[in-house]
């Protein structure tokens, strides 16, 4: 399917994507060659089988838009694309016969991509006649690995949310944890399934995961930590209203409702659309989108955080900013600044996380 369908890709853009990919995998520059030879050695070819189930399709719009470098025609060149109903040109009865024959034939070995939320209530979400949870059940029992891709297929989503008119559930919660792989995100980020794939090629397992089922390699840690606007939050330089200088100027944006300091992902360092620029890169915050309990836990997206973790302590925007501001000025530093706030009462201890935090 995928030599009809997509161009080839540069050699310079294909060493740019491995380059992007071993940074993504935490690895240093020496395995770029390696990475290069897994990509490019593609004899095994793993079969892969990707299901749109209650979905809007932006996952799949968004993977097979990603160019500069062109992530899909990378990985659609690197596996054996045998069913997605977004390109495919069979359709009915053909088109089913391709997966009753993958799962039937190659048990085991094939790799199958879930996209969007599983209903559970009848006649919710059908493919062929079949309740999308009949389906989703047929089709991972044999498979190598389950990826459930973004938000909906990993957590519930934005069709997970209040009130949930059709009891929909992520993935794991039909078919069970042992095999799945989340790659949360609202559409997940082309180079997420590109390094999870990578991974496996490489090692010939699945990555190690935190406790949502996420890779570690990708969700553990924080936009915050890798915030290229960190430093206005530790300085105490706040944007106060969209469409200033300051927003221009890298300020915070904590107190525009930026999600950062609750989030855990690799956004700061890959980045959207080949790395030009992300959500916080362009002037908005980051609205959480890769985290268990979003979108409910973090809407209004552009209200405060109740509260902010900074170090052991947990406290405000306008106590941070108060805090380290005056402590700029004395030339404190950071342990300094968290004794100060819970000396003078601003925070608290811990008393658990509100969202989600990778192990
Ligand atoms: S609050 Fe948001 S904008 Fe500010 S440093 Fe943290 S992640 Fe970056
Ligand atoms: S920066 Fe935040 S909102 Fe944007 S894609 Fe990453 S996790 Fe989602």
Redesign the pocket.
Known sequence: MSRELFHEISRRDFLKLCATVTAALGLSESFIPRVAEALAASAAKPPLLWLEMGSCSGCSTSFLNSDAPDIANVVLNILSVRYHETIMAAQGEMAEKVIEDTVKNEAGKYIVVIEGVIPTKPGYGMIAGKQMADVLKEVSGKALAVLAVGSCASFGGIPGASPNPGGVKPVSEIIGKEKVVNLP??PA?PIWLLSTVTNYLLYKSLPRLDRYGRPLFIYEQS?HDNCPRRASFDEGRYVERFGQPEEKADYCLVKMGC??PE?Y?N?PQVR?NGGKN???GSGAG?????EPNWPDQFSPFYDRLPDIKLGSVRTTADTVGAVLGAATVVGLGAHAVVSVIQGKGFGKHDAGEKTSKSE
């Open positions: 995100g609202c980020n936009v999600k950062g989030t992902s956004c959207w992300w959500c916080i980051c609205i959480g989108c890769v």
